[in-house]
Protein backbone atom coordinates (compact mmCIF):
# COMPACT_ATOMS: atom_id res chain seq x y z
CA UNK A 1 0.00 0.00 0.00
CA UNK A 2 1.28 3.13 -0.64
CA UNK A 3 2.00 6.22 1.77
CA UNK A 4 0.65 10.01 0.95
CA UNK A 5 3.93 10.57 0.81
CA UNK A 6 4.96 8.26 -2.02
CA UNK A 7 1.73 9.29 -4.24
CA UNK A 8 2.77 12.99 -3.71
CA UNK A 9 6.17 12.03 -4.75
CA UNK A 10 4.45 9.98 -7.59
CA UNK A 11 2.58 12.64 -8.73
CA UNK A 12 5.38 15.39 -8.29
CA UNK A 13 7.78 13.54 -10.39
CA UNK A 14 4.94 12.63 -12.77
CA UNK A 15 4.87 16.53 -12.96
CA UNK A 16 7.95 17.32 -13.52
CA UNK A 17 8.63 14.55 -16.43
CA UNK A 18 5.72 16.92 -17.95
CA UNK A 19 7.74 19.26 -17.49
CA UNK A 20 10.51 18.70 -18.54
CA UNK A 21 8.86 17.29 -22.48
CA UNK A 22 7.67 20.79 -22.45
CA UNK A 23 10.89 22.30 -21.47
CA UNK A 24 12.34 19.87 -24.35
CA UNK A 25 10.00 20.62 -26.91
CA UNK A 26 10.40 24.68 -26.26
CA UNK A 27 14.49 24.48 -26.33
CA UNK A 28 14.15 22.22 -29.95
CA UNK A 29 11.98 25.10 -31.09
CA UNK A 30 14.25 27.75 -30.07
CA UNK A 31 17.37 26.03 -31.10
CA UNK A 32 15.44 25.69 -34.62
CA UNK A 33 14.46 29.02 -34.87
CA UNK A 34 18.19 30.18 -33.48
CA UNK A 35 19.15 27.70 -36.84
CA UNK A 36 17.17 29.20 -39.10
CA UNK A 37 18.07 32.52 -38.50
CA UNK A 38 21.57 31.87 -38.82
CA UNK A 39 20.96 29.89 -42.29
CA UNK A 40 19.57 33.18 -43.45
CA UNK A 41 21.94 35.61 -42.64
CA UNK A 42 23.05 39.09 -42.81
CA UNK A 43 18.87 39.03 -43.47
CA UNK A 44 17.61 39.58 -40.18
CA UNK A 45 21.13 39.87 -38.30
CA UNK A 46 19.77 42.12 -35.80
CA UNK A 47 17.28 39.52 -34.10
CA UNK A 48 20.60 37.25 -33.17
CA UNK A 49 21.24 38.55 -29.92
CA UNK A 50 17.13 38.41 -28.88
CA UNK A 51 16.65 34.97 -30.68
CA UNK A 52 20.19 33.67 -28.84
CA UNK A 53 18.74 34.98 -25.08
CA UNK A 54 15.72 33.16 -25.80
CA UNK A 55 17.34 29.95 -26.87
CA UNK A 56 19.61 29.89 -23.89
CA UNK A 57 17.16 30.86 -21.22
CA UNK A 58 15.17 27.69 -22.90
CA UNK A 59 18.21 25.55 -22.10
CA UNK A 60 19.02 26.95 -18.85
CA UNK A 61 15.43 25.86 -17.64
CA UNK A 62 15.21 22.57 -19.29
CA UNK A 63 18.99 21.89 -17.71
CA UNK A 64 17.16 22.85 -14.15
CA UNK A 65 14.06 21.16 -14.42
CA UNK A 66 16.23 18.13 -15.70
CA UNK A 67 18.82 18.44 -12.60
CA UNK A 68 15.66 18.25 -10.57
CA UNK A 69 14.00 15.45 -12.13
CA UNK A 70 17.26 13.70 -11.67
CA UNK A 71 17.44 14.48 -7.83
CA UNK A 72 13.60 13.49 -7.28
CA UNK A 73 14.08 9.88 -8.93
CA UNK A 74 17.55 8.69 -7.45
CA UNK A 75 17.74 10.49 -3.70
CA UNK A 76 21.38 10.00 -1.97
Given at each position: M??????????????????????????????????????????NWSE???VAKKTFQAFVELDAAKRELAALENPT
Open positions: ETVFEKETMSELQELKKRVRKLQSRAGNAKMELHDLAEDLPVIMA
